[in-house]
């Protein structure tokens, strides 16, 4: 194993963080805190009548205080404020790596600069520039802050393998979650931001708020969602916009957008450039359908009434007005029942005994013909659907048991070695026009009547598939399996094409370990090698409790990382 520290260069903080309201005066322990002071020139002297520049002025010594957000308690912040207009720039040393930051602040007489990208419980040394704009003499300031340490139950991250030269660059932001197991540490949902090294650089973590999605806006800003209620939170931990999805009950979220819909599941991302609608998500509602089958495999054993829970594409502006939504069961046979079509995942908020037919876990719109493409889990599909007419377009699946109706729809499959994908997840588009997913793989190869294979030989992988929408045929672009180390990950999954290094960005979500609990292995791979350069492990010692995560992304917009 081979680990590398290559330096990261911060880039400017952004605008769009707003500086003045992040923090406020905070008392800070004189343990954590110790300022050495060293002056980088002075004034003085004349000479010969020319006048030298008055030195600098410094009116309040710097001090580097911990955020009072206790959301995001690896933010600090710095404060300084001089008699002239200065500006500031800083670098931060802390053991095996150095950067620098400019604050973007320009020359001002006091400065509020956040400090992002500190490592919990390590001493960080601070050197502070002040530059002054009458030429005078910089003078430099260092300050020594030891950032927290993370909390009790935090998720037990592990790094196998971390080389930092190989990997894409960003930082990889994932949402953890962790069972109680009567510890009495309540919430275990942490968002969570790692360096190309596995080491955390930043956490999000609110007692009374679950989020189990987190995804990064185009504004260096991150979506956070309980399934119900999402936030749009800052780096700084701040809460900048909350919308709930109350259509069916309502929630108790105080200055949240009311949105006319039952839930925000699976995905939550930014439509840029939309002259109708800024926000793309998936929603759900149940249905009551008569004489519906009650078993996978002889569908003709059936009841007078089933409730049957569709995914909704939806489309929302900001200030919550839904402009479009496309219902999955207007759109496919909701009889169509496959294995898992009928377990009852959405039991506890609709209050009824469902049928978790569809299960959707991602869309994303094709900017090459405006058309969604969506994956359903639970009927081993991914479909592409108009956005414009709402109108099917194709199915990339297994032929068996589609109706007539959706006969033409059917992608022909292309290629001796081809092979379906089963109960995928996350997947996307790529540049390239090929469709990327994570094929978890259950009952491989199975669809009702036919009986899967034994359990121990399912195993997941990465598939991109090629379809041509006019001949209407699908092949293989290419596949990814670990031969060395097959996986298998039953529920959750993710993939991310990493563009600059042509890596694969791998999170398996909810691995059953050898405790008979619940571990998430996430690695980022070179498809071509199959060496892994970045391999993280969250498992429980012993097993005492599961630990799952939904999704892995790389996260580049990040105001101290250079992408």
Same mark, same amino acid.
């Given at each position: 194993?081979?680990?590398?520290?290559?330096?990261?260069?911060?880039?400017?903080?952004?605008?769009?963080? /707003?500086?003045?309201?992040?923090?406020?005066?905070?008392?800070?322990?004189?343990?954590?805190?110790?300022?050495?002071?060293?002056?980088?020139? +002075?004034?003085?002297?004349?000479?010969?009548?020319?006048?030298?520049?008055?030195?600098?002025?410094?009116?309040?010594?710097?001090? =580097?205080?911990?955020?009072?957000?206790? &959301?995001?308690?690896?933010?600090?912040?710095?404060?300084?404020?001089?008699?002239?207009?200065?500006?500031?720039?800083?670098? *931060?040393?802390? /053991?095996?790596?150095?950067?620098?930051?400019?604050?973007?602040?320009?020359?001002?007489?006091?400065?509020? !600069?956040?400090?992002?990208?500190?490592?919990? +419980?390590?001493?960080?040394?601070?050197?502070?520039? @002040?530059?002054?704009?009458?030429?005078?003499?910089?003078?430099?300031?260092?300050?020594?802050?030891?950032? /927290?340490?993370?909390?009790?139950?935090?998720? $037990?991250?592990?790094?196998?393998?971390?080389?930092?030269?190989?990997?894409?660059?960003?930082?990889?932001? @994932?949402?953890?979650?962790?069972?109680? &197991?009567?510890?009495?540490?309540?919430?275990?949902?942490?968002?969570?931001?790692?360096?190309?090294?596995?080491?955390?650089?930043?956490?999000?973590?609110?007692?009374?708020?679950?989020?189990?999605?987190? #995804?990064?806006?185009?504004?260096?800003?991150?979506?956070?969602?309980?399934?119900?209620?999402?936030?749009?939170?800052?780096?700084?931990?701040?809460?900048?916009?909350?919308?709930?999805?109350?259509?069916?009950? /309502?929630?108790?979220?105080?200055?949240?957008?009311?949105?006319?819909?039952?839930?925000?599941?699976?995905?939550?991302?930014?439509?840029?450039?939309?002259?109708?609608?800024?926000?793309?998500?998936?929603?759900?509602?149940?249905?009551?359908?008569?004489?519906?089958?009650?078993?996978?495999?002889?569908?003709? @054993?059936?009841?007078?009434?089933?409730? =049957?829970?569709?995914?909704?594409?939806?489309?929302?502006?900001?200030?919550?007005? !839904?402009?479009?939504?496309?219902?999955?069961?207007?759109?496919?046979?909701?009889?169509?029942?496959?294995?898992?079509?009928?377990?009852? #995942?959405?039991?506890?908020?609709?209050?009824?005994? &469902?049928?978790?037919?569809?299960?959707?876990?991602?869309?994303?719109?094709?900017?090459?013909?405006?058309?969604?493409?969506?994956?359903?889990?639970?009927?081993?599909?991914?479909?592409?659907?108009?956005?414009?007419?709402?109108?099917?377009?194709?199915?990339?699946?297994?032929?068996?048991?589609?109706?007539?109706?959706?006969?033409?729809?059917?992608?022909? $499959?292309?290629?001796?070695?081809?092979?379906?994908?089963?109960?995928?997840?996350?997947?996307?588009? @790529?540049?390239?026009?090929?469709?990327?997913? #994570?094929?978890?793989?259950?009952?491989?190869?199975?669809?009702?009547?036919?009986?899967?294979?034994?359990?121990?030989?399912?195993?997941?992988?990465?598939?991109?598939?090629?379809?041509?929408?006019?001949?209407?045929? *699908?092949?293989?672009?290419?596949?990814?399996?670990?031969?060395?180390?097959?996986?298998?990950?039953?529920?959750?999954?993710?993939?991310?094409?990493?563009?600059?290094?042509?890596?694969?960005?791998?999170?398996? +979500?909810?691995?059953?370990?050898?405790?008979?609990?619940?571990?998430?292995?996430? #690695?980022?791979?070179?498809?071509?090698?199959?060496?892994?350069?970045?391999?993280?492990?969250?498992?429980?010692?012993?097993?005492?409790?599961?630990?799952?995560?939904?999704?892995?992304?790389?996260?580049?917009?990040?105001?101290?990382?250079? $992408?």
């Amino acid at each position: 194993m081979r680990i590398t520290a290559s330096p990261l260069v911060l880039a400017p903080v952004r605008d769009e963080i /707003p500086m003045s309201r992040a923090f406020s005066p905070v008392t800070t322990s004189l343990g954590a805190i110790c300022l050495l002071v060293s002056c980088g020139g +002075g004034g003085g002297g004349g000479g010969s009548g020319t006048a030298t520049p008055q030195a600098l002025n410094i009116v309040e010594e710097p001090i =580097v205080t911990t955020s009072d957000n206790p &959301t995001a308690p690896l933010v600090a912040n710095l404060s300084v404020k001089t008699e002239e207009p200065s500006r500031v720039t800083l670098s *931060v040393e802390e /053991p095996g790596q150095t950067w620098t930051l400019d604050s973007g602040s320009g020359f001002s007489l006091e400065h509020q !600069v956040p400090l992002l990208g500190l490592k919990p +419980g390590k001493r960080h040394r601070i050197n502070i520039t @002040l530059e002054g704009n009458n030429g005078a003499p910089d003078v430099t300031r260092t300050v020594l802050y030891d950032a /927290p340490g993370l909390p009790d139950g935090f998720p $037990p991250i592990q790094v196998l393998t971390a080389d930092a030269d190989q990997s894409e660059p960003g930082l990889v932001l @994932l949402s953890a979650q962790g069972t109680d &197991t009567g510890s009495g540490l309540g919430n275990r949902d942490y968002v969570v931001m790692l360096d190309k090294l596995g080491e955390v650089v930043w956490y999000y973590h609110d007692p009374n708020f679950f989020p189990s999605l987190a #995804f990064p806006s185009e504004n260096t800003t991150l979506f956070l969602s309980d399934g119900i209620v999402t936030r749009e939170v800052d780096l700084l931990g701040n809460v900048l916009t909350s919308w709930a999805a109350d259509r069916h009950f /309502p929630v108790s979220a105080p200055g949240a957008v009311r949105v006319d819909l039952d839930s925000f599941h699976h995905e939550f991302r930014e439509l840029r450039d939309d002259p109708d609608a800024d926000l793309l998500t998936l929603s759900s509602e149940v249905r009551a359908y008569p004489d519906y089958p009650i078993d996978e495999v002889d569908t003709n @054993l059936t009841r007078d009434r089933g409730f =049957v829970v569709g995914d909704i594409i939806a489309e929302i502006t900001r200030d919550g007005r !839904v402009v479009r939504q496309r219902s999955i069961l207007d759109i496919l046979d909701p009889y169509r029942v496959i294995y898992e079509s009928l377990v009852g #995942f959405w039991n506890g908020v609709y209050s009824l005994t &469902t049928h978790d037919w569809s299960h959707g876990n991602s869309v994303m719109i094709d900017p090459s013909d405006n058309a969604y493409v969506m994956s359903l889990r639970n009927q081993s599909a991914v479909i592409k659907v108009d956005r414009e007419t709402g109108e099917l377009v194709w199915i990339l699946g297994d032929h068996r048991r589609w109706g007539p109706q959706h006969q033409p729809y059917l992608l022909t $499959p292309m290629g001796a070695d081809f092979e379906w994908q089963f109960y995928q997840h996350a997947t996307s588009v @790529l540049a390239d026009g090929s469709i990327v997913m #994570f094929d978890n793989g259950n009952y491989r190869g199975a669809i009702p009547p036919m009986a899967p294979p034994p359990e121990e030989e399912w195993t997941s992988r990465i598939v991109a598939y090629k379809v041509d929408r006019q001949a209407m045929t *699908v092949e293989e672009a290419w596949d990814f399996e670990d031969t060395t180390d097959p996986f298998f990950c039953a529920t959750l999954g993710d993939v991310e094409y990493q563009p600059a290094t042509g890596n694969l960005m791998i999170c398996n +979500g909810a691995m059953l370990n050898a405790f008979g609990t619940r571990s998430a292995c996430l #690695f980022e791979v070179d498809p071509a090698t199959g060496d892994k350069v970045l391999e993280v492990l969250i498992e429980a010692p012993q097993g005492e409790d599961s630990w799952t995560v939904y999704r892995a992304r790389t996260f580049s917009l990040v105001p101290w990382v250079t $992408p």
